[in-house]
């Protein structure tokens, strides 16, 4: 299923897009899309059953925002360096282990949300990601098989990042990336059982029309499966929660001087398949 949140920032309300590409409402079953929904494998049924009735009510889409698909958020993890075109084009040696950081959940926006650059900033830059959406609690799990088992559904994630801030300002990589608007996420949340291989998915990102990421999941070092195994032996992951699983090659920092970092009035576009597409413009704060 394709579950949404639709309306102003504040007051989304859930939505489903059927397999016609009609948008319809959720509200008359459920309250919100968020960890509750992908933990309650009865009410996910009864929204499933509902989806293929045709019975759910229209909404129109023309002039409605799209929010992210994810509601109530308890903890965003990022994963640093986890694709190996990635890693080669900044000069970086493929890690041993995961590399993690922490997003806040406040810095999540829709989709086509306006994107705000920091004051000060000289080198923001794209992340075109995998998102993993948590859909059972997972502490000390065994195996990558079991980190899947784990999953309640995939996101499509910009993780924007202020790399002056990340690298250069000492401290955590935290600093580049939580300044607000940092992290949209959507259009949509596709369900895992729609998903059954995310290691084989096309994950491209455009800057004004030009296409500057072309990769694939395929190319991650550390695979969904094994990244949620790995993160559930250093903190307890719940229902709602999102990993953010790296980015493959072709950001700004990659490039030879001078890099081409997002200035105000820059159009970003998003795309995974399955996971639909994401447009945003971007500002000064």
Same mark, same amino acid.
């Given at each position: 299923?394709?579950?949404?949140?639709?309306?102003?920032?504040?007051?989304?309300?859930?939505?489903?897009?059927?397999?016609?590409?009609?948008?319809?409402?959720?509200?008359?079953?459920?309250?919100?899309?968020?960890?509750?929904?992908?933990?309650?494998?009865?009410?996910?049924?009864?929204?499933?059953?509902?989806?293929?009735?045709?019975?759910?009510?229209?909404?129109?889409?023309?002039?409605?925002?799209?929010?992210?698909?994810?509601?109530?958020?308890?903890?965003?993890?990022?994963?640093?360096?986890?694709?190996?075109?990635?890693?080669?084009?900044?000069?970086? $040696?493929?890690?041993?282990?995961?590399?993690?950081? /922490?997003?806040? *959940? @406040?810095? #999540?926006?829709? !989709?086509?949300?306006?994107?705000?650059?920091?004051?000060?900033?000289?080198?923001?830059?794209?992340?075109?990601?995998?998102?993993?959406?948590?859909?059972?609690?997972?502490?000390?799990?065994?195996?990558?098989?079991?980190?899947?088992?784990?999953?309640?559904?995939?996101?499509?994630?910009?993780?924007?990042?202020?790399?002056?801030?990340?690298?250069?300002?000492?401290?955590?990589?935290?600093?580049?990336?939580?300044? $607000?608007?940092?992290?949209?996420?959507?259009?949509? /949340?596709?369900? *895992? @059982?729609? #998903?059954?291989? !995310?290691?084989?998915?096309?994950?491209?990102?455009?800057?004004?029309?030009?296409?500057?990421?072309?990769?694939?999941?395929?190319?991650?070092?550390?695979?969904?499966?094994?990244?949620?195994?790995?993160?559930?032996?250093?903190?307890?992951?719940?229902?709602?929660?999102?990993?953010?699983?790296?980015?493959?090659?072709?950001?700004?920092?990659?490039?030879?001087?001078?890099?081409?970092?997002?200035?105000?009035?820059?159009?970003?576009?998003?795309?995974?398949?399955?996971?639909?597409?994401?447009?945003?413009?971007?500002?000064?704060?």
């Amino acid at each position: 299923m394709k579950l949404l949140r639709v309306g102003p920032v504040g007051s989304e309300r859930p939505a489903l897009l059927d397999r016609d590409g009609i948008l319809r409402d959720l509200s008359g079953l459920i309250t919100d899309v968020d960890g509750g929904l992908l933990a309650d494998d009865s009410v996910l049924t009864r929204v499933r059953d509902a989806a293929e009735s045709g019975e759910l009510p229209v909404l129109d889409a023309e002039g409605l925002r799209i929010g992210a698909p994810v509601g109530r958020i308890g903890k965003i993890v990022g994963i640093g360096l986890n694709y190996f075109g990635h890693a080669a084009e900044i000069g970086a $040696e493929p890690p041993a282990e995961p590399i993690l950081f /922490l997003k806040a *959940a @406040d810095t #999540v926006v829709g !989709p086509d949300d306006t994107v705000l650059i920091p004051r000060g900033s000289v080198k923001t830059d794209w992340e075109a990601e995998l998102g993993v959406v948590i859909g059972s609690t997972a502490r000390y799990l065994d195996s990558a098989v079991q980190g899947l088992a784990h999953v309640g559904g995939y996101v499509l994630v910009n993780d924007v990042s202020e790399r002056e801030f990340q690298i250069e300002r000492g401290g955590t990589w935290d600093k580049g990336k939580n300044c $607000e608007t940092f992290t949209p996420i959507g259009p949509w /949340l596709l369900t *895992a @059982d729609e #998903v059954p291989n !995310p290691q084989v998915l096309d994950v491209k990102l455009w800057v004004n029309g030009e296409l500057q990421q072309d990769g694939n999941t395929s190319d991650q070092i550390f695979p969904v499966g094994e990244v949620v195994r790995y993160l559930s032996h250093f903190m307890t992951l719940y229902p709602g929660d999102v990993i953010v699983t790296g980015t493959p090659a072709g950001v700004a920092m990659g490039r030879p001087e001078p890099k081409p970092y997002l200035r105000a009035g820059d159009v970003v576009e998003v795309e995974i398949e399955g996971l639909g597409r994401q447009r945003q413009e971007f500002k000064g704060a």
